[in-house]
């Protein structure tokens, strides 16, 4: 063995390789660094865009003092940023993936021509899209209330010998039990109703015919019975009172339209092997 080991030692491939090693360790410890590696750049328009995206945000340009810090914390995370790339902290990173692709995302997302929407754009957007818009039925209504507290069967009679006096025109003030609760309610959205007495009463209130006393009928209070004064149907309201909702959900599918496109554009690049089988691009 040891007449092995030195004439291995006395081969000159094996010299070769121990002195090129040597000058590669040398080279990397006395080298000069790269001058971009070690530049870090701030231009006017890197400094234009930190501004841009802060009065995005405030609603104002920042101060001196907001644009040094932010200035700062751009250099701050572009020396974290190149310092875990020289460490290999890039290469297999979720969270670095991540914030890859949510950049690459946004700027998809402004790709191309940038529109403001027309009139007949936001109207064509509202007519594909009426449910996003369309208002809930709103009801004017007047209650009796009667105890939850109280047993069922004494709540029926109470309240049937209310609602016949009721539609002969007796006082509402006349029956059922004082509360917090409203004795009228006037021009409220359905949804408000829900909100307020449960998804059931509002349903039920839904349905009642105009101008008579109708119940009992549950709530999560207890039990009411009510009289529709009006009631307005869901309707999709006019643009212009709700210009700047269509307006942002018309921005929103431009927005994912392009995204989309940009991706299949992106994705007709790459040769994709799923479990052994290739296919050509990438799905959405």
Same mark, same amino acid.
């Given at each position: 063995?040891?007449?092995?080991? /030195?004439?291995?030692?006395? @081969?000159? #491939?094996?010299?070769?390789?121990?002195?090129?090693?040597?000058?590669?360790? +040398?080279? !990397?410890?006395?080298?000069? *660094?790269?001058?971009?590696?070690?530049?870090?750049?701030?231009?006017?328009?890197?400094?234009?865009?930190?501004?841009?995206?802060?009065?995005?945000?405030?609603?104002?340009?920042?101060?001196?003092? *907001?644009? /040094?810090?932010?200035?700062?914390?751009?250099?701050?995370? *572009?020396?974290?940023?190149?310092? !875990?790339? =020289?460490? !290999? &902290?890039?290469?297999?990173?979720?969270?670095?993936?991540?914030? #890859?692709?949510?950049?690459?995302?946004?700027?998809?997302?402004? =790709?191309?021509?940038?529109?403001?929407?027309?009139?007949?754009?936001?109207?064509?957007?509202?007519?594909?899209?009426?449910?996003?818009?369309r208002r809930?039925?709103?009801?004017?209504?007047?209650?009796?209330?009667?105890?939850?507290? =109280?047993a069922?069967?004494?709540?029926?009679?109470?309240?049937?010998?209310?609602?016949?006096?009721?539609?002969?025109? #007796?006082?509402?003030?006349?029956?059922?039990?004082?509360? &917090?609760?409203? =004795?009228?309610?006037?021009?409220?959205?359905?949804?408000?109703?829900?909100?307020?007495?449960?998804?059931?009463?509002?349903?039920?209130l839904?349905? +009642?015919?105009?101008?008579?006393?109708?119940?009992?009928?549950?709530?999560?209070? !207890?039990?009411?019975?009510?009289?529709?004064?009006?009631?307005?149907?869901?309707?999709?309201p006019?643009?212009?009172d709700?210009? &700047?909702? #269509?307006?942002? @959900?018309?921005e929103? *599918?431009?927005?994912?339209?392009? /995204?989309?496109?940009?991706?299949?554009?992106?994705?007709?690049?790459?040769?994709?092997?799923?479990?052994?089988?290739?296919?050509?691009?990438?799905?959405?």
């Open positions: 063995h040891v007449l092995k080991i /030195r004439t291995i030692l006395r @081969e000159p #491939v094996l010299h070769f390789l121990l002195i090129g090693l040597f000058l590669f360790l +040398l080279y !990397g410890r006395v080298a000069p *660094e790269s001058a971009d590696s070690r530049t870090i750049e701030v231009s006017a328009a890197r400094i234009e865009n930190l501004a841009s995206q802060f009065k995005a945000v405030w609603s104002r340009p920042p101060t001196e003092a *907001e644009l /040094r810090g932010l200035i700062d914390s751009y250099v701050h995370d *572009e020396v974290l940023f190149r310092e !875990g790339v =020289a460490m !290999g &902290m890039d290469g297999d990173d979720p969270v670095i993936k991540r914030r #890859v692709r949510q950049k690459m995302e946004v700027l998809s997302e402004e =790709a191309g021509e940038q529109l403001t929407p027309t009139d007949a754009d936001l109207l064509a957007y509202l007519a594909r899209n009426p449910d996003k818009f809930p039925p709103i009801l004017s209504f007047e209650q009796v209330y009667f105890s939850g507290d =109280a069922v069967a004494e709540i029926e009679r109470q309240s049937a010998a209310a609602l016949e006096g009721l539609n002969r025109g #007796v006082p509402a003030s006349k029956y059922g039990q004082a509360s &917090m609760l409203p =004795a009228a309610v006037t021009q409220q959205p359905l949804d408000m109703i829900a909100r307020d007495f449960g998804e059931e009463f509002a349903t039920r839904e349905a +009642l015919p105009l101008g008579v006393w109708q119940g009992p009928i549950a709530s999560g209070y !207890g039990a009411h019975l009510v009289r529709i004064g009006n009631r307005q149907p869901a309707a999709i006019p643009l212009a709700i210009r &700047m909702a #269509v307006v942002r @959900e018309w929103g *599918e431009r927005r994912a339209r392009n /995204r989309a496109e940009s991706y299949r554009v992106m994705a007709e690049n790459y040769r994709i092997v799923i479990d052994g089988k290739t296919i050509k691009g990438a799905r959405p």
